[in-house]
């Protein structure tokens, strides 16, 4: 597909989502303690053509540069939180497996009748094993953000031989990603929590099975099979970008939120909160840091992408790709603190858009994949610690 081409259906998909806004701001408000997002929205979402975002263009995806998927993505979560949390790791997922995949997992997956679409958790909690022209794979996860509209689970697998762990080269267990089809998957339940609460991200079980070598990829040394740029910048770039735009869209959303607030809240000295020296000094401080936030990851991606064409991708800029999702997603939470503090007694109700920001990015601030251990690895790899890895 060419890059005009590209363009012109990258826009109109941004104008299907902007469309979207009333479907999914009413049904989060009315299913704000539902686990899972309305069945509704998710048939509206697939008609919309969202799933395709990151899909190969071979596979009739729109394979959309990454400063098209951070506005798609944001614009959905700045809709609502668990809407834009589900749908960045469900076009994940699809990108992954059409990049990543065999041909018969393609047909599979791209070539029924069902929309392609995959959820499941890449921690590496199951168990796997070489049998034949395939692996026999089990295990129990959590954190199956999407499992409930997913026809794809992936997982993740650690590969054992003669009964214990495959170690690489340099003593690290082989860890491999896997998908298994649905029917073969037990949805555990288990998502009673604060945040993004409409996601579905169910414990889930994959029973014993089969699966052939064409569902299966090493998640460290991944073979990209299709598509171009927006996959050759690596298997976990995908994620990371994905993360960042959720956080952006989310605490874009708890800063509108908070200005409202503030301009409602009559102070008993008169005037109102938004009037007030701290409040705005406040409220520029967290401007000023998400903004700053978002030009990092706008940034860090462009250059990947640019890079990823040229095949000149460095340690240096990998590095970045993780650190900018986490910076964004710590900075939001932390904005999420003080807005919640400022909003007292409104912000406590159950019901209100802030809260429901405030508890959506404290969730997304507990992530494996933008938490504190990923500040520890980027800060090992930028001040030269021996043996330390970029992280992406």
Excluded at 21 to 37: F, K, Q, Y
Excluded at 53 to 72: D, K, N, Q, S
Excluded at 137 to 155: C, D, H, K, Q, R
Aim: hydrophobic letters at 40%; charged letters at 20%; glycine letters at 12%.
């Amino acid at each position: 597909m060419k890059r005009g081409v590209t363009e012109s259906a990258e826009a109109d998909l941004l104008e299907r989502l902007t469309g979207l806004r009333d479907l999914v701001e009413a049904s989060a408000n009315e299913r704000d303690e539902a686990s899972e997002i309305s069945a509704e929205v998710i048939r509206a979402l697939e008609e919309s053509g969202l799933f395709g975002l990151m899909a190969p263009a071979e596979l009739g995806g729109l394979e959309a540069h990454p400063l098209t998927v951070l506005e798609a993505l944001k614009t959905l979560s700045y809709f609502d939180g668990s809407t834009g949390w589900y749908c960045q790791a469900a076009t994940t997922g699809v990108a992954v497996a059409g990049a990543f995949l065999g041909d018969r997992a393609i047909e599979a997956i791209f070539c029924s009748d069902k929309c392609a679409t995959c959820a499941g958790q890449a921690a590496p909690s199951g168990k796997a094993e070489r049998v034949g022209d395939g692996y026999r794979i089990s295990g129990t996860f959590s954190f199956g953000s999407g499992l409930p509209n997913a026809a794809w689970v992936v997982g993740g697998y650690i590969l054992h031989e003669n009964g214990a762990p495959a170690k690489r080269d340099n003593g690290q267990p082989v860890m491999l990603i896997a998908l298994a089809p649905r029917e073969r998957v037990e949805v555990l339940g288990n998502w009673n929590v604060l945040g993004l609460r409409g996601t579905g991200s169910y414990d889930f079980r994959v029973e014993e099975q089969i699966v052939h070598a064409d569902f299966v990829f090493d998640a460290a040394n991944p073979i990209q099979k299709r598509g171009g740029s927006l996959y050759a910048m690596g298997f976990s770039a995908i994620p990371a970008l994905c993360h960042s735009a959720f956080g952006v869209g989310c605490s874009e959303r708890l800063l509108d939120e908070w200005a409202a607030y503030a301009h409602g809240k009559a102070r008993p000295q008169g005037g109102t909160l938004a009037q007030t020296d701290t409040f705005q000094r406040d409220f520029a401080h967290a401007h000023a840091r998400m903004r700053s936030a978002d030009a990092y990851v706008r940034t860090t991606f462009g250059a990947l992408y640019g890079a990823a064409e040229l095949g000149s991708l460095s340690d240096d800029m990998r590095v970045d790709g993780r650190l900018c999702a986490s910076n964004v997603i710590s900075s939001a939470a932390k904005i999420g603190q003080a807005a919640f503090a400022s909003s007292a007694t409104t912000g406590l109700r159950d019901g209100g858009r802030l809260q429901r920001c405030y508890r959506d990015l404290q969730a997304a601030n507990a992530h494996f994949l933008t938490g504190e251990q990923s500040f520890i690895d980027a800060g090992r790899y930028l001040v030269r610690i021996p043996g330390a890895t970029p992280g992406l």
